[in-house]
């Protein structure tokens, strides 16, 4: 096959940060993606729903003239979420889902949830309207080895949360173990998962073989081989259950280089090139559309774009790093060259 016609992609999971980062990384996702699920984790959170009207004005002002993108905005919930705002926002049509960041598990989630009592209001309120939660799956405790903290936060706050919550949809995000992939198969349709484009193509051996390699760095960390190859099993199953979201995290360089560095993988450019690679690699070239573009409006049930992208096998030309006014971000590399462009 040396050509490949999907319905245009949705991203069910991205960082676009604000201003200067915003401006420079916007047109990358615009290129390829018709909407996109957009995290809240900015200083200061975006909380209420004027907030994210706000956010979404300002996403909306940095779209590229003459192009099409729907920013799908959510609610970062903290232990003062108001539930009747998240009501009105999701009736208002603004918000398509409320993210679950635990306190302290990843970037920019210093006000997210410790005491996960205190959001059963907002959870029951989200089980009656309707409304996704999407969830870092991460526990935070210190005695919790970091290749642990996905297996754990399912036993002891997902599948609780989920048992006392009936009728709440949930997305478990950016899935990074077979555990995982393992209790998303077991459950009914109102639990999804996202895969990113990195946590397809790297285990912890690119992390930390043969030097520490930073641009690798993201949470949930990459685990073991065997995990990757469950991750590369679901979502190049087909399976509902299973979409894209890229988790693509933008960070300068100067923030990547650093004793502590920030975690996240920058794949928006990328994204189509690296899954035409690997679902080629799984001989599941005929399941990507699934992924990209087809499970996820299903499970948030939004309309499948009408429009279409045109993959071709043809080396894309694409930049190592992108220039923004607060200096350069590296894009992700998958360690293999690219064969396929988005014609
Ligand atoms: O690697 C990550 N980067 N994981 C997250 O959960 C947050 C993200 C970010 O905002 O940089
Ligand atoms: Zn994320």
């Known amino acids: 096959m040396t050509s490949l016609t999907l319905a245009r992609p949705d991203d069910w999971h991205l960082h676009l940060r604000d201003g200067a980062m915003l401006r420079a990384v916007l047109p990358w996702t615009v290129r390829d993606f018709a909407r996109a699920i957009i995290m809240p984790n900015l200083v200061p959170p975006v909380v209420t729903g004027a907030q994210a009207a706000a956010y979404r004005d300002r996403i909306l002002a940095a779209v590229p003239d003459g192009a ?11 232990e003062d979420t108001d539930p009747d705002d998240v009501a009105a926002a999701h009736a ?16 920019n989630s210093a006000s997210g949830v410790t005491n996960f009592d205190k959001v059963r209001p907002t959870l029951e309120r989200m089980a009656d309207i309707g409304l996704p939660l999407c969830v870092h799956g991460e526990v935070t405790d210190a005695d919790i080895d970091i290749f642990d903290r996905e297996a754990v936060f399912i036993d002891r706050v997902l599948d609780p ?23 998303a198969r077991a459950q009914d349709d109102s639990l999804g998962a996202t895969i990113t484009t990195h946590h397809l193509v790297i285990n912890r051996n690119h992390i930390l073989a043969g030097g ?18 469950a991750l590369r099993d679901a979502a190049t199953s087909g399976a509902p259950r299973f979409f894209l979201g890229t988790d693509s995290a933008p960070h300068t360089d100067a923030n990547k280089l650093l004793p502590c560095g920030c975690a996240g993988c920058f794949t928006a450019p990328n994204t189509l090139p690296i899954l035409a690679h690997v679902f080629e690699a799984e001989g599941a070239l005929d399941r990507l559309e699934a992924f990209t573009s087809r499970n996820g409006p299903v499970f948030y049930g939004l309309p499948v774009n009408t429009d279409t992208v045109t993959l071709t096998k043809s080396p894309p030309n694409l930049p190592t790093h992108i220039d923004t006014e607060d200096g350069p971000v590296t894009v992700f590399d998958p360690g293999f060259a690219l064969e396929w462009r988005v014609s």
């Open 68 to 78: 099409q993108f729907e920013p799908l905005m959510t609610l970062y919930l903290t």
């Open 92 to 107: 208002s049509g603004l918000v398509k889902a409320v993210k679950l960041y635990p306190a302290g598990a990843t970037t």
């Open 161 to 183: 949360i989920r048992r006392n919550t009936p009728g709440l949809r949930v997305v478990m995000e950016h899935i990074t173990t077979s555990d995982a992939v393992a209790y």
């Open 212 to 229: 520490i390699k930073p641009h690798y760095y993201c949470l949930p960390v990459a685990k073991r081989e065997v995990h990757r190859l």
